[in-house]
């Protein structure tokens, strides 16, 4: 599976941006594609997952009601609506592909197997 994440950039505090994650390769009938970013000097953290089939979608806490995960599978494409940014969501945003069917591992680095490459999300105050 190779992933192609592509959509950041710079934007102003309290604008938007759409991230995509475009995945080709081996297709598989269960599958769970999430969102982490790094920001500057910082760990890894969870953005936001959607585990299929029975969709099923996790968010950290500082992103709930800004951030929507969405998919679109005529594209095995994953996409981050980001709105109402805000300065410290700047960071490099990487998307993730696994197969894991336990909610609790799509909040975890260790759920997925394979990364794409990284999109820089930079928000100005």
């Known amino acids: 599976v190779q992933l192609q994440a592509s959509g950041g950039g710079l934007v102003q505090a309290g604008g938007s941006l759409r991230l995509s994650c475009a995945a080709s390769?081996?297709?598989?009938?269960?599958?769970?594609m999430s969102w982490f970013r790094q920001a500057q000097g910082q760990e890894c953290e969870f953005v936001a997952a959607?585990?299929?089939?029975?969709?099923?979608?996790a968010y950290a806490d500082p992103v709930k009601g800004r951030f929507v995960i969405s998919r679109e599978n005529a594209k095995n494409t994953v996409y981050l609506q980001m709105d109402s940014l805000k300065p410290e969501n700047t960071a490099l945003y990487y998307c993730?592909?696994?197969?894991?069917?336990?909610?609790?591992?799509?909040?975890?680095?260790?759920?997925?197997?394979?990364w794409g490459q990284g999109t820089q999300v930079t928000v100005s105050s």
């Open positions: 993730a592909f696994g197969r894991t069917t336990i909610l609790s591992a799509l909040r975890q680095e260790a759920g997925y197997n394979y």
């Open positions: 390769g081996c297709t598989f009938s269960r599958v769970a």
């Open positions: 959607m585990r299929w089939p029975g969709v099923v979608t």
